[in-house]
């Protein structure tokens, strides 16, 4: 399935509308203003809440959890030490954890579990606006990679945001 999110400028709220494919609304992220840790809720149109994204306090580098209602579905962590790319892990509980490789700033990267491919981030079809496409495998849990390309914009590109079309 394609999502679409497009990139604006930071401002007070950080609230913005993920697509999907076809152009109707699909989730919308809220973002606390008022919080001590940056704090953003994926919800579905009717506003209930899927996922909650929280800034982890006192961690080194960017790391930011995932919570699907009270249990902590994923950690996404920022590789400090990479001698040549920027990689990202999305930490989920068991086996499965995945990786984000290539150039985040662009918009062009890829999520992989254990080598196979199951997620896609790419500007290329957008390159005259500021949307991005994020390509999910069917079988894979939408909610999860969609809140993971939040928290990797964020860290991305600090000085940017996502709204509404």
Sequence with gaps: MRYLMRQKLWSLGDDFTIRDDTGRDAFYVDGKV????????????????????????????PTYEIYRGAQLAAVVRQHLFTLLHTKFTVDVPGP????????FTAHDYT????????????????????????D???????ILLLAAA??????ASPDHKHQDF
């Design 34 to 61: 008022w919080t001590l840790r940056q704090t953003l809720l994926l919800q579905d149109m009717q506003r209930n809440e899927l996922a909650r994204i929280q800034q982890k306090l006192l961690s080194l580098g």
């Design 96 to 103: 499965d954890d995945l990786e984000a490789a290539g150039n």
């Design 111 to 134: 999520f992989t579990r254990a080598g196979r491919e199951v997620a896609t981030v790419s500007k290329r079809w957008f390159t005259l606006t500021d949307t991005y496409a994020v």
């Design 136 to 142: 999910i495998a069917p079988t894979e849990d939408a």
């Design 150 to 155: 939040v928290v990797i914009d964020m860290c």
